[in-house]
């Protein structure tokens, strides 16, 4: 049986990445909805017994294992040439990955060779018809992929009526990830690798490799205290320091703060950077760009703080504080600590 | 060991600096309220290629750019900088190109060219942030790529060494040329315009760029040939108008929206001690804070 939905899974030495345990959530999800099967691909050193565990209780009926020597780190050649000839075997309809490093490395190389389209940092997947406006023709069961575009100012909606695979990259955090079954039955296939990767496509050597441990937990933290470009300097994002400490949470930022050098890229909320779930979302001096939005609209409860009453996240905010940041801060800490515990 | 180089620009509007006139009523992007730039990420790689010229004396370094007339002003930026030479891709049957029919049309170039030793651009143009391009010329040049490079560390034996941004760290590459490059934002910052190559440079033109009553400088460009900046349509590179511009794109926008959120029920409070204390003890009591 073809036409499936595929997920490739990106790993770290044998740990599975959440992004892709992400996406297998999802990807079953549509799986069902077209009444077909959800595969996996996975591709590593050693990985072989270590990853199955990890990739199959998410639903998965079919997962593709490549276990040699070369294919971990990622290298671009290897990987590409692994999903290229195993697409041409299985065609499936549609392929997720990660818009991670490697995704967003790997994705436009196999969308290339395989000429089909690919959609990056996509914020949602759904399954719809499409009618061609110029041709008449009529599509039915494609994937939408929906994303923002053009710096976060609009959101589209892109089909791929053609061409198969439909590729689309998803940024970590942005789907939620959900085991289906501890112990859902799904057949698990070692491929030979040297059928699919020729010895010619071990070129690029690795030869140092540095991966720090997480500062900090931004996309876990159950309150997350984000300033804007707003916040004015350095320095200013320190109050947001001290208030997301009391408050047990996480500080994040706007794309143009992070741009201006204000925090580190890594605590950027958005569509190019982190999507957050909060309980509790407290927004300083950010306007609300939609780019910046999308990657924080499912936060329970969002508190606005701004001087302009009209800025566009006031709209999706449960409390607005108008006022300046500088003033309202530290009386959040003060009556903070005056009436808790 | 001299090498050729090619850097790939894209001129993009500045979507970083986006007004509250951006947009039209109707929904769509009003471009004319946007400024023109050179691609950032793209800068970055034209100084890795800049570098490169230095460190080898003797390499050809040339700015490919596709886009309407106008983006004659990359390649200018480029010659500013200390690029060589440069090629304008335009043609009406580029227009509405995706990632796929974008990265046909550039390797195509190449091809015409006749090739490099490096290819390298930016890791992803801030209009679409897709950085979906360069491995795609890469693949269709059947080009070995290293993305989100940060810097090059050195050239030897024909092979390059790369330091490059992974998630959560950094690593250290080694590649054999030709190769093909993408670099990460946290590259280098380019070098500025040099002066004497802005005097040199100012009036080089593309044909497309010129007007067609021809003006008072017309005689520079017999005495300057260097001032004729090369504009290539599809024809131009023997491209297959198929795989060019919508034409050529797998992908079709279903739909384009400005999004209006859903407004909620919010309440409004002021600065004042007694309304933010009034909110704490809100978020307390109902166990929304700890």
Redesign the interface.
């Given at each position: 049986m073809k036409n499936n939905v595929f997920v490739y899974c990106e790993i770290e030495g044998t740990t599975v990445a959440e992004v892709s345990q992400e996406l297998l959530t999802k990807g079953r999800k549509l799986a069902n909805q077209l009444g077909v099967q959800l595969h996996a691909v996975a591709a590593g050193s050693g990985i072989t017994g270590k990853v199955e565990s990890q990739i199959l209780p998410y639903g998965v009926d079919k997962l593709f294992i490549f276990d040699a020597p070369g294919l971990f780190p990622y290298t671009s050649a290897p990987h590409t040439d692994i999903l290229v000839n195993l697409f041409k075997e299985e065609d499936p309809q549609i392929c997720l990955m990660g818009a991670t490093v490697i995704g967003r490395d790997l994705g436009p190389r196999v969308s290339s060779s395989l000429v089909s389209g690919l959609t990056a940092d996509c914020t949602q997947l759904e399954i719809g018809d499409y009618e061609d406006i110029k041709t008449h023709e009529k599509y039915t069961d494609l994937l939408y992929q929906i994303r923002p575009a053009f710096g976060g100012n609009i959101v589209a909606t892109i089909v791929n009526p053609e061409h198969r695979p439909q590729m689309a990259t998803v940024r970590s955090g942005v789907m939620q990830k959900q085991i289906l079954d501890e112990n859902y039955k799904g057949e698990v296939v070692i491929a030979d690798v040297d059928k699919y990767v020729p010895d010619s496509d071990y070129l690029v050597k690795v030869i140092d490799r540095h991966i720090e441990a997480a500062k900090h937990n931004l996309k876990g933290a159950p309150i997350v205290v984000a300033g804007g470009y707003g916040m004015g300097s350095k320095e200013g994002f320190d109050m947001l320091f001290t208030l997301a400490k009391e408050l047990h949470g996480e500080v994040g930022a706007s794309r143009a703060a992070v741009d201006a050098g204000f925090v580190d890229h890594d605590r950027q909320i958005g569509q190019t950077g982190v999507t957050v779930h909060p309980k509790v979302y407290i927004a300083c001096g950010i306007s609300g760009q939609i780019q910046h939005i999308a990657g924080m609209r499912d936060s329970g409860i969002i508190i606005s703080i701004n001087t302009d009453p009209d800025a566009p996240i006031n709209k999706i905010a449960d409390y607005v504080v108008i006022g300046k940041v500088e003033e309202v801060v530290p009386k959040l800490i003060k009556y903070y600590k005056a009436n808790s515990k | 060991m001299k090498y050729k180089i090619i850097v790939l620009a894209k001129q993009v509007?500045d979507?970083?600096n986006?007004g509250k006139d951006?947009?039209t009523e109707a929904?769509t992007?009003n471009r004319a309220a946007l400024p023109a730039i050179f691609n950032p990420d793209d800068l970055l790689a034209l100084e890795q290629a800049l570098q490169i010229k230095e460190q080898n004396p003797g390499t050809s370094v040339g700015v490919l750019t596709m886009g309407p007339p106008r983006a004659g002003e990359i390649i200018r930026q480029g010659l500013y900088r200390g690029a060589d030479t440069g090629w304008l891709l335009t043609d009406r049957l580029f227009a509405g190109a995706?990632?796929?029919a974008t990265?046909y049309a550039l390797a195509t170039a190449i091809k015409k060219i006749g090739g490099a030793d490096i290819i390298i651009g930016g890791r992803q143009a801030?209009?679409?942030?897709?950085?979906?391009?360069?491995?795609?010329v890469?693949?269709?040049l059947g080009l070995?790529?290293?993305?989100?490079a940060e810097e090059i560390l050195g050239i030897e034996d024909g092979k390059a060494?790369i330091r490059r941004?992974?998630?959560?760290?950094?690593?250290?590459?080694?590649?054999?040329l030709p190769l093909l490059i993408t670099v990460n934002g946290?590259a280098t910052p380019c070098r500025p315009c040099n002066a004497k190559l802005v005097m040199k440079y100012k009036r080089a033109t593309c044909p497309a760029e010129c007007p067609a009553e021809g003006t008072a400088y017309d005689y520079l460009y017999e005495q300057k040939p260097y001032l004729n900046l090369t504009q290539w349509s599809v024809a131009d590179v023997d491209g297959d108008p198929a795989q060019c511009g919508g034409a050529g794109?797998?992908?079709?926008?279903?739909?384009?929206?400005?999004?209006v959120?859903?407004?909620?029920?919010?309440?409004?409070?002021?600065?004042s001690?007694s309304?933010?204390?009034g909110?704490?003890?809100e978020?307390?009591n109902e166990k929304?804070?700890?």
């Amino acid at each position: 049986m073809k036409n499936n939905v595929f997920v490739y899974c990106e790993i770290e030495g044998t740990t599975v990445a959440e992004v892709s345990q992400e996406l297998l959530t999802k990807g079953r999800k549509l799986a069902n909805q077209l009444g077909v099967q959800l595969h996996a691909v996975a591709a590593g050193s050693g990985i072989t017994g270590k990853v199955e565990s990890q990739i199959l209780p998410y639903g998965v009926d079919k997962l593709f294992i490549f276990d040699a020597p070369g294919l971990f780190p990622y290298t671009s050649a290897p990987h590409t040439d692994i999903l290229v000839n195993l697409f041409k075997e299985e065609d499936p309809q549609i392929c997720l990955m990660g818009a991670t490093v490697i995704g967003r490395d790997l994705g436009p190389r196999v969308s290339s060779s395989l000429v089909s389209g690919l959609t990056a940092d996509c914020t949602q997947l759904e399954i719809g018809d499409y009618e061609d406006i110029k041709t008449h023709e009529k599509y039915t069961d494609l994937l939408y992929q929906i994303r923002p575009a053009f710096g976060g100012n609009i959101v589209a909606t892109i089909v791929n009526p053609e061409h198969r695979p439909q590729m689309a990259t998803v940024r970590s955090g942005v789907m939620q990830k959900q085991i289906l079954d501890e112990n859902y039955k799904g057949e698990v296939v070692i491929a030979d690798v040297d059928k699919y990767v020729p010895d010619s496509d071990y070129l690029v050597k690795v030869i140092d490799r540095h991966i720090e441990a997480a500062k900090h937990n931004l996309k876990g933290a159950p309150i997350v205290v984000a300033g804007g470009y707003g916040m004015g300097s350095k320095e200013g994002f320190d109050m947001l320091f001290t208030l997301a400490k009391e408050l047990h949470g996480e500080v994040g930022a706007s794309r143009a703060a992070v741009d201006a050098g204000f925090v580190d890229h890594d605590r950027q909320i958005g569509q190019t950077g982190v999507t957050v779930h909060p309980k509790v979302y407290i927004a300083c001096g950010i306007s609300g760009q939609i780019q910046h939005i999308a990657g924080m609209r499912d936060s329970g409860i969002i508190i606005s703080i701004n001087t302009d009453p009209d800025a566009p996240i006031n709209k999706i905010a449960d409390y607005v504080v108008i006022g300046k940041v500088e003033e309202v801060v530290p009386k959040l800490i003060k009556y903070y600590k005056a009436n808790s515990k | 060991m001299k090498y050729k180089i090619i850097v790939l620009a894209k001129q993009v509007p500045d979507t970083r600096n986006v007004g509250k006139d951006a947009m039209t009523e109707a929904g769509t992007v009003n471009r004319a309220a946007l400024p023109a730039i050179f691609n950032p990420d793209d800068l970055l790689a034209l100084e890795q290629a800049l570098q490169i010229k230095e460190q080898n004396p003797g390499t050809s370094v040339g700015v490919l750019t596709m886009g309407p007339p106008r983006a004659g002003e990359i390649i200018r930026q480029g010659l500013y900088r200390g690029a060589d030479t440069g090629w304008l891709l335009t043609d009406r049957l580029f227009a509405g190109a995706d990632t796929l029919a974008t990265s046909y049309a550039l390797a195509t170039a190449i091809k015409k060219i006749g090739g490099a030793d490096i290819i390298i651009g930016g890791r992803q143009a801030i209009d679409g942030d897709t950085a979906q391009v360069g491995p795609q010329v890469a693949q269709k040049l059947g080009l070995t790529q290293v993305t989100y490079a940060e810097e090059i560390l050195g050239i030897e034996d024909g092979k390059a060494t790369i330091r490059r941004h992974i998630d959560g760290g950094v690593e250290t590459v080694v590649a054999p040329l030709p190769l093909l490059i993408t670099v990460n934002g946290s590259a280098t910052p380019c070098r500025p315009c040099n002066a004497k190559l802005v005097m040199k440079y100012k009036r080089a033109t593309c044909p497309a760029e010129c007007p067609a009553e021809g003006t008072a400088y017309d005689y520079l460009y017999e005495q300057k040939p260097y001032l004729n900046l090369t504009q290539w349509s599809v024809a131009d590179v023997d491209g297959d108008p198929a795989q060019c511009g919508g034409a050529g794109s797998p992908t079709r926008v279903k739909a384009v929206q400005n999004i209006v959120f859903q407004a909620k029920e919010s309440k409004t409070l002021s600065s004042s001690d007694s309304d933010v204390e009034g909110l704490i003890k809100e978020l307390l009591n109902e166990k929304i804070i700890g």
